[in-house]
């Protein structure tokens, strides 16, 4: 199939260096989790959002902040609590007792990188805070509605261990997040290696920017006119179909859209200007299986039903 595509006349150069610049920087701080740092960098590129879901202590928030540093641009990190108010995300009306007006006071939302750590430890009220900012990339308070920074993108921490004292992320929420992504515990050596780097000063305190947000922006203008053949998105499509005619509830229409989002990226990393199925296959297990659910008396689970799809599904 790739042998009778021509590139399109679209630089991918300056999009792959930005993303290895990123990752060997993130690198510096996050050690044995070179994939998780890989699909996160095209997330990045792909305009997409992360929620990274693990046991507590693995480094999810680590990995997020080396990212947010790797960016020369505004970062914000909001710590989701039980007492978190919507409006402590978005902002808030404040009256002016000089100018007699209400003034609006931004929320931390308002920044190009937000980590939004825990996020399941917030009731739903203040976690939908998040859904228009994440899919439309603006915020509506009292009426007026405000853009967010360009580029905007949110990576959410949450735990998967105290199901007593969180909130279930609510299905609308999950599926605006482009990939959900697990650490896990590192290997001796790699663990060995975590101990050997923190000891004196912990090195995400001299991780400097490595791209400018200028960079980042026109690289993910790069990313978004990589070539989609029609052979390409058809096969997206029935990928999302076989996962409705199997689960309980299937691949949203957001979800084709955003596969193939990130297999734009994925095809950059790779030096192409256009997309191939390996793309595809590369990136369905992290945008997709988070999307779907299975009854309770299915043997077979959402990351499995994935694998099964690529499998069946003629390419």
Request: net charge negative; aromatic share 4%.
């Amino acid at each position: 199939m790739t042998d009778n595509i021509t590139a399109e006349t679209i630089d991918v150069e300056q999009p792959k260096e930005l993303a290895q610049s990123v990752m060997t920087n993130v690198e510096r701080v996050i050690v044995g989790h070179h994939d998780t740092v890989e699909h996160l960098v095209t997330s990045l590129l792909a305009q997409g959002n992360v929620l990274l879901e693990d046991v507590p202590g693995v480094g999810k928030t680590m990995l997020a902040r080396s990212i947010a540093r790797s960016i020369d641009g505004i970062f914000k990190r909001i710590q989701f609590t039980p007492d978190l108010l919507p409006s402590d995300v978005t902002g808030v009306n404040v009256f002016n007792q000089k100018t007699r007006e209400f003034d609006f006071r931004n929320g931390p939302i308002f920044a190009n990188v937000v980590l939004a750590d825990e996020i399941n430890r917030a009731p739903p009220k203040t976690q939908s805070a998040l859904l228009e900012a994440m899919e439309e990339k603006q915020v509506t308070v009292d009426g007026k509605t405000r853009r967010m920074p360009d580029p905007f993108t949110v990576i959410a921490t949450q735990n998967s261990v105290e199901r007593n004292r969180t909130y279930d992320l609510p299905i609308a929420e999950i599926d605006r997040f482009m990939k959900k992504l697990h650490l896990g515990y590192p290997g001796e050596d790699e663990e060995s290696q975590v101990l050997a780097r923190v000891v004196g000063d912990h090195p995400i305190d001299s991780l400097t920017p490595v791209a400018a947000i200028e960079d980042l922006r026109s690289a993910r203008q790069t990313v978004s006119r990589v070539r989609v053949e029609d052979a390409i998105r058809e096969y997206i499509t029935n990928l999302s179909r076989y996962t409705r005619e199997k689960a309980q509830l299937g691949v949203s229409p957001r979800g084709s859209i955003t596969l193939l989002r990130a297999a734009q990226a994925r095809a950059v990393l790779n030096q192409r200007s256009y997309v191939i199925p390996d793309d595809i296959q590369q990136e369905a297990r992290a945008v997709l299986a988070h999307r779907i659910r299975v009854p309770p008396s299915s043997h077979e689970t959402p990351e499995e039903l994935i694998e099964t799809a690529l499998e069946t599904v003629e390419v």
